[in-house]
């Protein structure tokens, strides 16, 4: 059984930075590529942001060049270093494998961008 468990996330200005981290136990040997998702107020979960076992990252294009996807395997965690935060990335903010699992999926951590 595999547990996700994803915090970090906050109330910051616009331009600010965030660095939500999502912490895996249990089985955790299934988890080879990982990514973010996000899901705002009325719209559909996205994938911003997924690494591959071998370190690969990929972007959705909203989101290029301010965040950035990195893993602990050690510490059986992955991060989503956010910069340059804008109020159109307010969201809930999940990690999962990149194809999704649906026992996965945790509870989340709440981003707001505002002033």
């Known amino acids: 059984q595999v547990q996700l468990v994803e915090s970090g996330g906050g109330l910051v200005q616009p331009g600010g930075s965030l660095r939500p981290s999502c912490v895996g136990s249990g089985t955790t040997s299934s988890l080879n590529a990982m990514a973010w998702y996000r899901q705002a107020p009325g719209k559909e979960r996205e994938l911003v942001a997924r690494?591959?076992?071998?370190?690969?990252?990929t972007y959705v294009a909203s989101v290029k060049g301010r965040f950035t996807i990195s893993r602990d395997y050690a510490k059986n965690t992955v991060y989503l270093q956010m910069n340059s935060l804008k109020p159109e990335d307010t969201a809930v903010y999940y990690c999962?494998?990149?194809?999704?699992?649906?026992?996965?999926w945790g509870q989340g951590t709440q981003v707001t961008v505002s002033s």
């Open positions: 690494i591959t076992q071998g370190g690969i990252t």
């Open positions: 999962n494998t990149v194809v999704p699992i649906n026992r996965y």
